[in-house]
């Protein structure tokens, strides 16, 4: 069993190592997340096909979702795009059946894309550092134990140092900030990646006037927030300093998805009596749109935007 190690080499045990929890467990077992709506999905095929028309709808167009879990936002997908557009999922575990057959399932992004790359709640599950603030005013490394003690360790680098100063600018002693530069270092490689189209993020986040005291960092399990013990048996999830990303738009999720023509109205109650099948799918849709956009839940949930043409 592992010793004291920072945070960011325990989530990565935890989560993504051999028996971790994101390469046995499927996401949708333990928390709800908006790619795994038909709403959802509806919004992203709004936008996929909004990107498709920018470029002039190019051969080879493919929309990637990395991070994808289960499948459900390109199940969905599958039934709302034109076969022309290629299917991408990336994904740690092994594809799940029943998945329709032009999704293609992969454990590393492509190299080139053209197209609309998407990571829904991804970046919240980087692993990164925590920093604690010691009696003395000086910034440590956080580190943990897999059973969930933790201690102060080393200075921080000057990297990590520099991403705190800009970005996150704890002080006083006991203080404690999580370390977004991993986030920024993968969102940014993972645009590189595209030659033309639209990557999107969508997570948890906060803002620099309104950085959680104490940071965020939490586990989820069985539908529960639980200690965040990174023993593998939890999910290990801090939210993401959406501003430090680079995104060129940064939006809340309840704006993006109106901005895409989501509405979250019910349908007539007349049509209960004349199509009951049609009214209760309206219905269903209606409380999905709702759901993601609740200011007090999914829909405060953050877009992060980069077009490049």
């Known amino acids: ?76 997908l599958a039934a709302l795009l034109p076969d022309r557009i290629a299917l991408t999922a990336v994904e740690l575990r092994p594809r799940p059946s029943g998945l329709p057959e032009r999704v293609a399932w992969t454990p590393e992004p492509p190299e ?35 059973r969930g003690a933790v201690r102060s360790g080393a200075r921080l680098d000057a990297a990590d140092a520099d991403w705190l100063d800009r970005w996150w600018p704890v002080k006083a002693p006991g203080e404690r900030a999580e370390i977004g530069r ?36 939490t586990g989820f399990k069985d539908g529960r927030l639980a200690a965040p013990i990174p023993d593998g048996t939890c999910d290990l999830t801090a939210h993401v300093a959406v501003d430090a990303i680079g995104a060129d738009r940064v939006i809340r999720q309840r704006d993006a998805l109106r901005a895409l023509g989501m509405r979250g109205e ?28 609740d200011p007090a839940g999914l829909g405060a949930h953050w877009w992060m935007r980069t077009d490049k043409d």
Request: charged fraction near 25%.
């Open 1 to 76: 069993m592992a010793g004291f190690e920072r945070w960011g080499e325990a989530m990565r045990r935890a989560l993504y190592g051999p028996g971790g929890f994101y390469r046995r467990e499927l996401p949708a077992n333990h928390f709800a997340t908006s790619a795994q709506t038909r709403a959802f999905a509806a919004a992203i095929a709004r936008l996929a096909t909004e990107t498709d028309v920018r470029l002039g709808r190019p051969d080879g167009f493919t929309v990637v979702d990395v991070g994808a879990g289960g499948g459900d936002l390109l199940a969905h």
């Open 182 to 217: 991993p986030r920024d270092e993968a969102w940014r490689a993972l645009t590189a990646r595209l030659d033309r189209g639209t990557t999107l993020a969508v997570d948890y986040g906060h803002t620099a006037d309104a950085r959680p005291e104490g940071g965020t960092l």
């Open 112 to 146: 080139r894309i053209t197209g609309l790359l998407t990571a829904c709640e991804l970046l919240d599950n980087v692993p990164c550092d925590i920093a604690v603030v010691d009696a003395e005013g000086v910034r440590r490394y956080e580190e943990v134990d897999p």
């Open 266 to 293: 019910r349908p007539p109650l007349g049509l209960a009596r004349t199509s009951p099948v049609e009214y209760a799918l309206a219905l269903a849709a209606s409380g999905e749109a709702a759901r993601l956009a």
